[in-house]
């Protein structure tokens, strides 16, 4: 079983190492991946030393798996020619996510649409896939008709780039920018670039992702992306408008039985989900469940989760396990 990470010295590729770890993934053979400037560096890992390699080379070991988290351009690039050499490529990326011919997997809802034929995976968005898992359940029960959704985004939904200038500017450093303005002490409703229809492309990905890994293109979904100085996870206030009826108590006991969600609310002991509390935690917490009083059959939810663990590595490491599970190979 060879196994490459393509990204390996980035923030989620770290992330996927520490996972693999943990969750004893069984492998025969590592093969870490970095961009040009970082080939030839060393890599500690689980008491062996790995040199990174390139692309190049990576590709002539014909690896069984590759987990890539490099960005689009490169997964664009470089995932067909895997999969031609016979691997099974998941890709951290935007750049498969909505082509109609790749699966958009969360292990939890839909890893049931596997099959061996499918040699390139998307991982969906880190924000999708905490939003998703929490709603998938409902609306299978109440069927969802419209969401409303506002982000609070940490910054290492942005890379290394991004931590820099939030930690050089709470020394009172000027880092070098990665967002427009200052992010300590600020809120910036801008991630990732805008579209012609005045939303950001990551509100988009919420709205398209969700369709498609729910399987259904009728839910009217809106967005609101906002990035804050925060180091810990993604958190998120959904608005769920359900075309049938509720009682709360079903939908806490649907939440409470749902796969890889923990609900934590208790208002009267200020119990609610937070980045604080989620970094370094492989579940989506949802609390603040109340309904919607101004509207028939709503409900509030507030959905945190770590982005660069459940949002990113740990639901590619997932949908790798899966593959090795059911023999998809």
Not at 91 to 118: Q, Y
Request: charged share 25%.
């Amino acid at each position: 079983m060879k196994v490459a990470i393509i990204g390996a010295t980035g923030l989620v590729g770290s992330v996927l190492l520490s996972i693999i770890k943990e969750r004893k993934f069984p492998f025969t053979e590592l093969i870490l991946v970095a961009s040009k400037r970082n080939i030839g560096k060393k890599i500690n890992f689980n008491g062996e030393v790995y040199e990174i390699i390139g692309l190049d080379a990576a590709l002539k070991l014909k690896p069984n798996i590759v987990l890539f988290s490099a960005g689009s351009n490169v997964s664009i690039e470089w995932a067909p020619k895997f999969s031609l050499v016979g691997s099974t490529v998941i890709d951290n990326s935007s750049a498969w996510r909505m082509d109609s011919s790749k699966k958009l997997i969360v292990p939890e809802i839909n890893a049931s649409l596997l099959s061996k034929e499918d040699k390139i995976i998307a991982n969906p968005n880190c924000s999708t896939i905490q939003l998703v898992i929490a709603l998938s359940e409902l609306h299978d029960k109440f069927n969802i008709k419209r969401l409303v959704i506002s982000t609070y985004q940490s910054v290492t939904g942005t890379g290394v780039n991004a931590i820099n200038q939030l930690e050089g500017e709470i020394l009172g450093e000027e880092p070098e920018k990665t967002y427009p303005y200052k992010i300590y002490k600020n809120a910036i409703p801008h991630c990732d670039f805008f579209e012609n229809n005045g939303y950001t492309k990551e509100e988009m990905k919420l709205v398209n992702e969700t369709k498609k890994i729910l399987s259904d293109d009728s839910i009217l979904i809106t967005a609101t992306a906002v990035r804050i100085p925060v180091m810990g996870g993604h958190s998120e206030s959904v608005n769920v408008e359900f075309s049938n009826p509720f009682e709360i108590n079903d939908v806490l006991k649907t939440l409470k039985n749902t796969n890889g969600v923990t609900v934590q609310d208790d208002i009267n002991q200020n119990l609610y989900p937070m980045p604080l509390t989620s970094e370094g935690k492989d579940d989506v917490f949802v609390g603040r469940i109340r309904r919607d009083y101004s509207k028939k059959n709503a409900l509030n939810l507030w959905i945190v989760s770590d982005n660069l663990r459940k949002g990113a590595a740990l639901n590619a490491v997932q949908i790798a396990e899966h593959i090795i599970a059911k023999n998809l190979l």
